[in-house]
């Protein structure tokens, strides 16, 4: 089993950063292509971002590219998310996910593993 647990989230600015972190349990971690994303109220969780189980590729969707890196350490069992240059439309809960098959990020309707979720609110 792997437990997923997210922090990070906050109250923020626009143009501003936040950093949130993904924390795994277990010893099977680095089996798992890891993933974040996000849910506003009344809309469907989108897609934000995938890692692969070596960080060898990384998938981003379209509003976050060039703002936001996503990043593993298989050591330290955790993955992040750096998001830069906040916009309000980044407000949302994000979710920590971890899946077994890469392809599943293409939809994000069903993953092994899911996290609580932390929320990220973006003010103007």
């Known amino acids: 089993q792997v437990h997923l647990v997210e922090s990070g989230g906050g109250l923020v600015q626009a143009g501003a950063s936040l950093r949130l972190s993904c924390a795994a349990s277990?010893?099977?971690?680095?089996?798992?292509?890891m993933g974040w994303f996000r849910q506003a109220p009344g809309k469907e969780r989108e897609f934000v971002a995938a890692?692969?189980?070596?960080?060898?590729?990384?998938y981003y969707a379209d509003p976050v590219k060039g703002r936001f890196t996503i990043s593993r350490d298989n050591a330290k069992n955790t993955v992040d998310l750096q998001m830069n240059s906040l916009k309000p439309e980044d407000t949302a809960i994000y979710y920590c996910?971890?899946?077994?098959?890469?392809?599943?990020?293409?939809?994000?309707?069903?993953?092994?593993?899911w996290g609580q979720g932390t929320q990220v609110t973006v003010s103007s």
């Open positions: 277990g010893r099977t971690f680095s089996r798992y292509h």
């Open positions: 890692i692969n189980t070596n960080s060898g590729t990384t």
């Open positions: 996910a971890a899946d077994a098959r890469w392809w599943r990020f293409t939809t994000g309707q069903t993953m092994d593993y």
